[in-house]
């Protein structure tokens, strides 16, 4: 069972440059998210989507774009890479529960905006 | 807008000591995850917590949490060195008495812990 899966793990882009970080999750899971950590501050939500076909914005949205056409991938793009752009992603999954539910993260994805 | 605020930032402990993170946070949720961090690593799940009053603990780790006071603790006792880790916690606002979770945490700072000999 591979959990929830990120590629690439490192990437060096040039500013301006843009990329998509690849999420995919083989548990079925309805909810998908992208967080980004910086130091000192813990991970912050970018985005994250219900199902298939619905995204929404988190607390810092503004330079990735998202799409959820299936299920199991939620990929995230970089549309014009910037240097506060660089971080440490992490992609998560989860499903339904009142009754409470745990989160899976991915492994994360170094990025590095020259 | 939800905050979660973590103390201390920073913990240098002696093996055998005892210690406690504090997680404050500014919503109603009745649903806190405590999750470690080893450098370099992906965030491993530590506990959730789903009402006031709830405890857990595993091994020489138990968390508590108190929606009253929007507070939930992490308790290390008896401190070892493979506890070396950052530790967040993080909190999931889908408001008082339960209610469906999308899995969109906000977290706190994180608190560095270091365990000396």
């Known amino acids: 069972n591979a959990g929830v899966t990120q590629t690439p793990k490192f990437q060096v882009l040039k500013t301006g440059q843009s990329m998509t970080l690849q999420c995919a999750q083989d548990m079925n899971h309805e909810y998908m998210s992208w967080y980004r950590q910086d130091p000192g501050m813990g991970l912050r939500l970018i985005h994250y989507?219900?199902?298939?076909?619905?995204?929404d914005q988190g607390e810092v949205p503004n330079g990735y774009n998202v799409s959820r056409s299936t299920t199991e991938d939620f990929p995230l793009r970089l549309l014009s890479a910037a240097p506060s752009q660089t971080s440490v992603y992490f992609c998560?999954?989860?499903?339904?529960?009142?009754?409470?539910?745990?989160?899976?993260f991915g492994e994360g994805s170094w990025l590095t905006v020259v | 807008e939800l905050k979660v605020e973590q103390n201390p930032l920073f913990l240098s402990m002696q093996e055998g000591k005892n210690y406690t993170i504090y997680c404050n946070y500014s919503t109603t949720s009745d649903r806190l995850y405590w999750y470690r961090q080893d450098p370099g690593k992906s965030l491993e799940s530590l506990f959730v917590?789903?009402?006031?009053?709830a405890v857990k603990q595993e091994g020489r780790l138990m968390a508590s949490l108190d929606t009253k006071a929007r507070l939930s603790t992490l308790h290390i006792t008896a401190a070892v060195h493979d506890l070396s880790a950052t530790y967040f916690c993080?909190?999931?606002?889908?408001?008082?008495?339960?209610?469906?979770?999308?899995?969109?945490?906000?977290f706190g700072q994180g608190t560095i812990l270091t365990v000396h000999p």
């Open positions: 917590l789903l009402s006031n009053g």
């Open positions: 998560a999954s989860s499903r339904t529960g009142l009754s409470g539910n745990t989160i899976y």
């Open positions: 993080a909190v999931d606002d889908i408001g008082p008495a339960g209610g469906t979770s999308y899995g969109k945490l906000t």
């Open positions: 989507s219900v199902g298939a076909g619905i995204t």
